[in-house]
């Protein structure tokens, strides 16, 4: 952009917030609120307190926010992995029997193999 046009949009701008500024100063809510602020702080110097000092008496839940700061989020506990479950296999062609947690068992890999895996989960009993 050129200097030129960046001098016409600052001032274009100024304005734009002067206008802003001025339809401001007419609103009675903002009156409203700018002499409740002076009385607040004339309250607050009259018993020597300060902002901080409101505040904690106020927010006897811890609710309110300091300005510019997140909320601290609770503590949340980290759910817990979920242990798995003993299966039992019995292979009715040879009588063995497996009992595993996971599906990497060297023998039970190798009855998938052979029989398939649908077999061979056919052949499984929940244990705990």
């Keep these: 952009m050129s200097?030129?046009?960046?001098?016409?949009?600052?001032?274009?701008?100024?304005?734009?917030?002067?206008?802003?500024?001025?339809?401001l100063k007419q609103d009675d809510k903002l009156q409203k609120e700018l002499d409740?602020?002076?009385?607040?702080?004339?309250l607050m110097a009259e018993y020597g307190k300060s902002l901080p000092d409101i505040l904690?008496?106020?927010d006897s839940e811890?609710?309110?926010?300091?300005?510019?700061?997140?909320?601290?989020?609770?503590k949340v506990e980290a759910p817990t992995k979920r242990t798995r479950k003993v299966?039992?296999?019995k292979n009715p062609h040879t009588g063995e029997v497996i009992e595993t947690k996971g599906?990497?068992?060297?023998?039970?890999k190798e009855w998938k193999a052979t029989w398939g895996g649908d077999t061979v989960e056919s052949w499984v009993t929940l244990l705990d």
Excluded at 9 to 20: G, P, V
Aim: proline share 2%; aromatic share 6%.
């Design 3 to 23: 200097l030129i046009n960046e001098f016409r949009s600052t001032e274009a701008a100024i304005k734009q917030l002067q206008e802003r500024l001025q339809a």
């Design 36 to 42: 409740f602020e002076a009385k607040l702080r004339e």
């Design 56 to 58: 904690a008496l106020l």
């Design 62 to 74: 811890g609710k309110i926010v300091k300005a510019g700061r997140q909320p601290r989020a609770a």
């Design 87 to 89: 299966k039992q296999y």
């Design 103 to 108: 599906g990497n068992h060297k023998t039970l």
